[in-house]
């Protein structure tokens, strides 16, 4: 529907036409937050499998006692219900989250049973020789974090305050700045070092001699300085003085 109507200006009426109510914005809008849903209920789906969780355990166990006499093996894990809904994390000031809870077992070997041997024999699948190898096998559920869960609303409550993550985008830059030992490094894609050094440092020259270095003499950089040492050139002949303050004029006499 366009409602139109006339508006009076300079003199003469002007139709003016509204398209306001022909446009649903209900349907025109787009759920700007749903890339953070699915994207989270990839990781950890509601009432479904976790093998995702799964993943990241399995990157950390087996743990093996570093005589090698026993390992800790992962079974399975499960993300609890929260213990709060959202209203009430908002009221007591906690964190929106569930436990995970993981599955766990602790396999101790026979005296002078490797766990190379035991991984082989359980690889293979002979149940009757894995009990010869075993001393004993004991499993237990584990406590391990809590696991921030999200609202339907794509948000997160975090010690009673509702946040949000707001993707963006990342523009790749020419040059990397990492800290190197608490100095400043340039890395530069597609620069050799020597080429950061002549496009960002300025370089001096030092040439090796008899009695030392030599290197080319700056007027502008001695201004103010006091030197420890005589400034002689190279017949011995004394220019500047030690512990004297070197003034321009100084400076340019000395070339």
């Given amino acids: 529907m366009v409602d139109s109507s006339y508006m009076y200006a300079s003199g003469a009426f002007v139709p ?136 339907d609303k794509g948000t997160f409550i975090i010690n009673g305050v509702e946040k949000v993550i707001v993707s963006q985008m990342h523009r790749s830059p020419g040059v990397f700045f990492d800290s190197d030992k608490g100095k400043l490094t340039i890395l530069a894609l597609g620069l050799s070092n020597n080429d950061i050094l002549d496009r960002f440092y300025e370089k001096i020259k030092y040439v090796k001699h008899k009695d030392g270095w030599k290197v080319p003499f700056v007027p502008d950089k001695f201004k103010g300085v006091r030197l420890p040492f005589d400034l002689m050139d190279i017949e011995g002949n004394v220019l500047l003085k030690a512990n004297v303050r070197i003034t321009s004029r100084l400076a340019k006499k000395a070339i």
């Fill in 16 to 151: 003016r036409v509204s398209y306001s109510r022909s446009i649903d914005l209900k349907d025109s809008l787009l759920d700007l937050v749903k890339v953070q849903k699915e994207s989270y209920d990839s990781f950890a789906p509601k009432n479904k499998g976790n093998e995702r969780l799964e993943v990241i355990f399995h990157t950390i166990f087996p743990i093996n006692d570093p005589l090698r006499r026993a390992t800790i093996e992962f079974i399975s894990c499960r993300v609890d219900d929260p213990k709060y809904d959202e209203s009430e994390c908002i009221k007591r000031g906690v964190t929106f989250s569930a436990q995970v809870i993981a599955s766990i077992r602790l396999v101790v070997m026979q005296d002078g049973i490797s766990l190379d041997e035991y991984k082989s024999i359980k690889e293979s699948g002979d149940h009757s020789k894995l009990a010869t190898v075993v001393k004993s096998i004991e499993e237990q559920e584990v406590h391990f974090c809590g696991l921030p869960m999200m609202t």
